[in-house]
């Protein structure tokens, strides 16, 4: 199965640009941006999405700092900003994933650039 954040995130075989990261979880700008500032929090260990994980406290507190960090700069420097994650046939990588988006959007769903 195609697992982007397994297969190139975690080993480094890709650069991204990280702005948290603590030994469970890895904050970093996305790679190819749906929105004008777009920002992924991954768990460095594999769980599907969240609809299949399993309540874990220390998980928990690395999702949450990662969370407040990346909104906190967003809000202070744009005013705020959108927290999400898919799950089931609305991920197109099924590794749980959070999204923190602000601004114009700048590609459909289906990846394609939007063109004013
Ligand atoms: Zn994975």
């Known amino acids: 199965m195609n697992d982007f954040y397994c ?3 975690i080993p480094g075989k890709i650069q991204v640009e990280i702005i948290f990261e603590t030994e469970n979880v890895m904050a970093f700008h996305h790679t190819r941006p749906y929105w004008e500032r777009h920002i992924v929090i991954i768990l460095k260990t594999h769980i599907d999405g969240l609809s299949s994980y399993q309540n874990n406290p220390t998980l928990n507190a690395d999702f949450f700092e990662a969370i407040q960090i990346v909104t ?3 809000e202070d420097k744009y005013g705020g900003c959108r927290v999400c994650s898919n799950v089931g046939n609305y991920q197109t990588t099924k590794h749980l994933h959070w999204y923190i988006h ?4 700048l590609r459909a769903e289906n990846g394609d650039p939007i063109t004013k």
Do not use: E, T
Request: positive net charge; glycine residues 10%.
């Open 7 to 9: 297969d190139q995130v």
């Open 102 to 105: 602000q601004g114009q959007r």
């Open 72 to 74: 906190k700069m967003l």
